[in-house]
């Protein structure tokens, strides 16, 4: 093998790497951004890119001089849009930072057109470039009369585009999005400066030459280049658009290149160096590339594993034991199906312990009771759901079990054919006793009688399943807590994006906004929000709240006489009316329960104590959910203010101001409140 072969070898690997690079990163970017117009108008150059470097793959195997026209032709498909897409991907860059590309835009407009003629005419004509000059290694179209115009153009489009991203990251006000930018302008040379045809402008001003080692040997080095700039050009578009926080972005970037393009690259090099291998030891190629192909997948996997530990450190840095306990809870939930096979199996042991055929478990649910789990023949199940004073037997094995002497053995209650036990949570002291639900056997006999060894297991198999039930219970309300912050976090992650740029020149002046921000973008907007329901009938809570700078306060003004804390009360209102369900008031059903409190609570002004009575939950759960409600509140709030409040308000049709128009009963004085109006004509 000559010098020549091995560097064109080597350039056909590179170009190859550079192929796979360009399709990972489109596929990654459609996937993950493609919402985005910034991505999405980078994808598109990548695709143009690819098809230029998949090209230069292809015409390493061309044989003849017409296969070589038809590829070369096809690759100046990619050449002639190159120009024309990254100035749009420029533009998008740009008017992500607040900026007005109105005449930039006609600028772009003019590329695209005169991109898609040319590309016309280097697949169909002769005018930019004419017959091909066939010699391996290398081959290229001639250059035609239009080349030098065409090259002209490539060069002004191209330098126009970088100054666009120039113009972007001076418009950058914080040292970490100027150093983003920064780096999508060392990236933005690579698309520019790749794909020019410097074979063509060498050979009109020097004419034809054989393909020598040097020109592929500056092929290798610049493929070479060209990878890392894409790479640094893509990790910077990989935060466009993205609400996830960015140590997110960093995993999921380096994990998708470690199981994809990375595996994909050494699979091709694998591939590619089969030949000289089968030359050397003389083996079959298809035994060469399979045992090569199956070492390369297996070991990156494995080295994938091995290596997590160190990518987490890499990519969390300080966040490591959060994001490990995070890992560690998804690893330790306890799901419905996992809760349904743990009682199971207790029911099982207690089956066979008591030698009984049948036994069930049921959990509390509001008043009523639900069944969780049961051990025997088809038939049970209905005729332990025929029973309709379960509750019943629940309450009587309670007082039964309050009556016995501490230390006793824990007795079963006897009810319609089943030995019942209580299951009690003593564990939380800030709650005290709650009643998780009951454990029923199938009974041998009216009065239990137990060995001493029976009543060991029993206990033992007691305690789990109150435990197993106390922790679903808690998990529970932990997601259910969850679904309802989920949106606050979304917001919190919108917020994070928002990028303050320079706004000379711009539509709006963001400057402004960030000297004087919305409450909605404050830490303290959930408290401003408790405090003004707190004083939701009159107080220095509601007359003097920092909520009074929303817009959609403002533009309330109209409907309230002008008067900004009855504005606010209607807004409060309105908000309040946004998370009412569909359907007639409930008070035991779940999806009314955030409703409920704050109704409650803060519009009817009732006790704690009365509210958790009338919902069936402890006062300590409901100041929890108080809290998720509020959080709920906040949030409808944040949307109201981010659209058009004036055509989103309209108009309550009580006179107090009220949303739930006229309440029963006189509203009550809330603790530490001032007390609102004894009358509701009177209300304000």
Known sequence: MTFTAILNFINVLSSSVLVILTFAL?????????????????????????????????????????????????????????????????????????????????????????????????????????QVFYRPPLSYLEGGPLFWPFAVYYAVIIWLALANVWKA??????????????????????????????LIAFALLWGPRESGWLVLLVSILGNIAVGFLLLLMSYTVAYFGVLTPDRVVRYRLLRFFMRGPVVAILVILAIQITPPIERIIGLPRDAILFSIITG??????????????????????????EIAWLRELDRRMLATSDLRQLL?????????????????????????????A????????????????????????????????PGAILQPSHHRGYWLW????????????????????????????????EVRVVETILDRTTRALADRKLQQSMLANLRYLIPDIERVQQLRGVVPYAAADSAREPMTALLDPSPIHSPEFDAWVKDALSHYWGGPKLTH????KLR??????????????????????????????????????????????LEMRFVQGRKVREIADRLAISESDLYRKQRVAIGQLARVLSEMEQTNAAESMSPPASSNGSPFGAVDDAPLPVDGDVTPPAHKSTAP
């Not at 939380?428 to 009688?449: F, K, M, N, S, Y």
């Not at 709240?545 to 009074?548: G, I, T, V």
């Not at 998370?579 to 329960?593: D, F, S």
Request: proline share 4%; net charge neutral; charged share 20%.
């Open 296 to 321: 390369v997948i297996i070991l990156s996997q494995l080295l994938l594993s091995v290596t997590k530990s160190a990518v987490d450190r890499l990519i969390y840095r300080e966040d490591r034991e």
């Open 552 to 597: 959609v306060v403002s533009e309330t003004l109209d409907h309230a006489d002008d008067d900004p804390t009855r504005a606010l009360r209607l807004v409060l209102g309105q908000a309040l009316e946004r998370i009412k369900p569909e359907g007639k008031q409930n008070l035991t059903a779940p999806e009314w329960l955030l409703y409920n409190i």
């Open 344 to 372: 199971e199996n207790n029911l099982l042991s207690l089956c066979e312990l008591l030698r009984v055929p049948s036994a069930f478990a049921a959990a509390v649910v509001g008043p009523d009771l639900m069944l969780e």
């Open 26 to 130: 489109l596929a990654y970017t459609l996937t993950y951004n493609f919402r985005n117009r910034v991505a999405r108008r980078f994808a598109l150059l990548l695709a143009f890119l690819m098809i230029v470097y998949a090209a230069d793959v292809a015409l390493d195997r061309i044989v003849s001089a017409d296969s070589a026209n038809r590829w070369l032709r096809l690759q100046w498909l990619g050449i002639a849009m190159t120009p024309a897409t990254a100035y749009l991907f420029s533009l998008s860059v740009l008017a992500a930072t607040n900026y007005r590309i109105a005449r930039r835009r006609w600028i772009g407009m003019f590329a695209l057109a005169v991109s898609v003629v040319s590309a016309l005419d280097a697949v169909f004509g002769n005018a930019i470039v004419g």
């Open 422 to 453: 209580p299951l009690v949570d003593r564990t939380h002291d800030d709650e005290g006793v709650r009643v998780l639900g009951i454990l029923g056997v199938q009974a041998r006999t009216a009065a239990p009688l137990f060995t001493a060894d």
């Open 169 to 198: 990251r001076q418009r950058c006000l914080t040292d970490s999005t100027r150093g983003r930018m920064t780096y999508l302008v060392l990236g933005f040379i690579a698309p520019g400066v790749s794909v020019f045809p410097y």
């Open 374 to 405: 049961l051990v025997g023949a088809d038939e049970k199940r209905t005729q332990i759901l025929s029973v309709t004073d379960w509750s019943d037997a629940l309450g009587k094995a309670l007082r039964e079990q309050s009556q016995a002497k």
């Open 545 to 548: 709240s920092p909520l009074m």
